[in-house]
């Protein structure tokens, strides 16, 4: 039997796994997976103001076909690393909750 209504301390520390943790902190996963893709980002980001070195080492500097390229795709990133990150997450709740309804067809 699947009890949803236990606490998360409750569930975290339930030896028989009758009750799930995962849809309890799913929603804290998800901010810290947007917050890693806005950190990627801005690392992406600020990598195209980084001076370049050519090919025999000679000093380039930021030129600005790299800075345009960079600031155009930091968006692109951030939103498909979003999106990425939210189907992960909403194919494990999917699972998740097939899981308890199946339980509850059981009963």
Known sequence: ????????????????????VTPKIIQIVYVLSLAA????SLVFLASGFAPSYGFLGGYSGPNAGSILLHIVLTPVIFVIGSLGARIYLEFIVAVFRIAENTEALRR
Not at 1 to 18: C, H, P, W
Not at 37 to 40: N, Q, T
Request: zero cysteines; hydrophobic letters at 55%.
């Open 1 to 20: 039997m699947i009890e949803s209504d236990k606490g998360f301390f409750a569930s975290l520390y339930d030896l028989s796994f009758r009750t799930f």
């Open 37 to 40: 893709v806005a950190i990627w």
